[in-house]
């Protein structure tokens, strides 16, 4: 009987997603970028076209039955290559996410719930990285280090955790004067049970949907960087530095960069829609 409440909720929950088209055709995207990504060598018509093959009898070649996006300056397939930059794109994500969302939240926890110094403290440094323009940070980084993969996740990590810090900060302030949070301090339990028993819980939902936004900016955010020479270097398919390689050639090889751009665009589309599938979900402000 108690866990009725909770049943009922969960189904609500995915009727209003289910319910929802935009969602749906996100998870769909979604799920078909991350299936391109990880089955590319099996999908792939030309899998050894990743490396620094040259091929200058098919260079510059328009799509055709062979050559479902055409072909680049060295003869590769397009579309081999787009799909292996998905793998790029979303090994970024992973990387990125996976080390800024839980400094961001433990951060923000702690900021909310302890108060006086400590939120001082990081509040005060959080908004300073937030006042660093990330793209300026990054081409300094850039700069600095060898352009590759590892270093631009490093790029990238060291601005985005201030975001989830702000946003679980907000939450967990909130949450800290609850009556709940006072009958589990009453019973007895520590703050470390409290941060992550009690709070973080009640902060998923926001930073699911924030984590699933923030996937988008940053595949744009890394195509960005590799279009402006920072990113994962050559000859790695990356999806900035294909559209990069393909611009010179416009109007004429307008497919160089149709097919790279279209799938920047198609990613980015995918978990946008399905992030906002889950705000409605969840009906939470991310």
Known sequence: MEDRPLLSAGYMSWYRFSRNPA????????????????????????????????????????????????TDKAGRDLFTRTVFGFRVSLLLVIGVLGISVPIGTVLGLVAGYAGGWAEWLITGFTNVMLAIPPLVMALAIGNVLEPNLINAMLAITLLWWTWHARLVYRVTASLATEDFI????????????????????????????????????????????????????????????????????????????????FAIFYATLGFNLLGDGLRDMFDVEA
Do not use: Y
């Open 23 to 70: 969602a749906l055709i996100g998870a769909f995207i979604v799920l078909s970028v991350v299936a391109m990504a990880v089955f590319a060598p099996l999908i792939s018509p030309f899998p050894t076209h990743i490396g620094s093959i040259v091929d200058f009898r098919h260079r510059h070649g328009a799509p055709d039955a062979v050559h479902w996006f055409g």
């Open 182 to 261: 006072e009958a589990a301090r009453l019973s007895g339990a520590g703050p470390i049970h409290i941060l992550f028993r009690e709070i973080l819980p009640n902060c998923m939902a926001v930073i699911s949907v924030k984590t699933t936004l923030d996937a988008a900016f940053v595949i744009l955010f890394g195509a960005t960087l590799s279009f402006l020479g920072f990113g994962v270097k050559p000859p790695t398919p990356d999806l900035g530095s294909m559209v990069a390689d393909g611009r010179q050639f416009l109007p004429e090889k307008w497919w160089e960069v149709l097919a790279p751009g």
